[in-house]
């Protein structure tokens, strides 16, 4: 990961599909993406949620296809990961750490995750993640002001 910013969060996920153990569809440009998007350290932590979700694929899906897709919509970064495996009971299935995990990074990215899934219909996970504006002179990314009743 330490040439996401060499390469960009969109060539490093297509990367890292590659490597999944389990072959993915990467159904968008890596150029969405480019280096610089994301502060360095929310660009590491994105790539490890995606990382995480991947290898819950390849890990526990038994599936016969899985996809990685990316966009920004509204100044919001939108990366969906998707399979068509065994899926599960969102219910019945307490959440492991891996997605435990996937969930506390989403919150730090200030974003937010979803897990849709549902026994032989396959899983979809998509997580939305804010683009913060680059603050001139201080060379720092902004963090976003909370108010009351503001969501986290």
Known sequence: PRRISEIGLGAALRDLADTAG????VRFDPHVLPPGLLEP???IDTFRVVQEGLGNVA?????????LD????????VIEIGDD??????????PGLGLAGMQERAAI???????????GAGTTVDLRIPILPYQQGGG????PVRTAGSPP
């Not at 720092?140 to 963090?143: G, K």
Request: aromatic share 6%; proline share 6%.
């Open 22 to 25: 389990i072959p993915v569809d």
């Open 41 to 43: 350290d929310r660009e």
């Open 59 to 67: 890990r526990h899906s038994r599936a016969t296809r899985a996809w």
């Open 70 to 77: 990316a966009d920004i919509v509204d100044d919001i970064i």
């Open 85 to 94: 495996g065994m899926g599960f009971d969102r219910v019945a299935t307490p």
């Open 109 to 119: 990215l200030h974003g937010d995750l979803e897990v849709r899934s549902s026994p």
């Open 140 to 143: 720092r990314w902004a963090t």
